[in-house]
T-cell receptor, first 112, second 112 residues
Framework: DAGITQSPRHKVTETGTPVTLRCHQT?????MYWYRQDPGHGLRLIHY???????DKGEVSDGYSVSRSKTEDFLLTLESATSSQTSVYFC???????????FGQGTRLTVV | SQQGEEDPQALSIQEGENATMNCSYK?????LQWYRQNSGRGLVHLIL?????REKHSGRLRVTLDTSKKSSSLLITASRAADTASYFC????????????FGPGTRLSVLP
């Protein structure tokens, strides 16, 4: 899977708790992305990074924050989880919108 | 808002038949990509077509792009049961092409 690992793969958490998802790459790609996938919506961009400490918001960034302190790691934090954040989260890496992206296997998050 | 919209939402065909999926988008693009997602897995890149290209082939896949109509089509010839998956188109996003915007996808079922 192109040297990209997401952890955890599954998580159940309670409403109001903070949650951090990790994306780790071994490919040295500049760009890293976090998407969420929900039925009927396809994939929607949450945040992306174009370098260490360089991040930007996507379409559905409210309630999420990210950090990238190293090239290989991109963390997604749900500051206070809500039931509407129950989803499958995908990390992707690549060279920007003009090249292909490589996706992780996804993290299934359930907020109860 | 989503840039790409696939059509149809779901398609069911017999093994050996051809499958055609369409994607429409709203704003100008530099490139358009197609991805496949098997159930429970991450997305896999299939093909990228640039805005100055009209047609591209990769094995049993043929992609066309009509920038005047803001549309693309993906043709899978001689389909196999293993082609059963969801197919997504993605365009380079608004932010200087740094990210990808996905449509909601077409669910293809190939019956043996």
């Amino acid at each position: 899977d192109a040297g990209i690992t997401q952890s955890p793969r599954h998580k159940v958490t309670e409403t109001g708790t903070p949650v951090t998802l990790r994306c780790h790459q071994t490919e040295n790609h500049r760009y890293m992305y976090w998407y969420r996938q929900d039925p009927g919506h396809g994939l929607r961009l949450i945040h992306y990074s174009y370098g260490v400490k360089d991040t930007d918001k996507g379409e559905v960034s409210d309630g999420y924050s990210v950090s990238r302190s190293k090239t290989e790691d991109f963390l997604l934090t749900l500051e206070s989880a809500t039931s509407s954040q129950t989803s499958v989260y995908f990390c992707a890496i690549g060279g920007g919108g003009n090249t292909e992206a490589f996706f992780g296997q996804g993290t299934r998050l359930t907020v109860v | 808002s989503q840039q790409g919209e696939e059509d149809p939402q779901a398609l069911s065909i017999q093994e050996g038949e051809n499958a055609t999926m369409n994607c429409s988008y709203k704003t100008s693009i530099n490139n358009l990509q197609w991805y496949r997602q098997n159930s429970g897995r991450g997305l896999v890149h299939l093909i990228l077509i640039r805005s100055n290209e009209r047609e591209k082939h990769s094995g049993r896949l043929r992609v066309t792009l009509d920038t005047s109509k803001k549309s693309s089509s993906l043709l899978i010839t001689a389909s196999r049961a293993a082609d059963t998956a969801s197919y997504f188109c993605a365009t380079d996003g608004d932010n200087y092409g740094q990210n990808f915007v996905f449509g909601p996808g077409t669910r293809l079922s190939v019956l043996p």
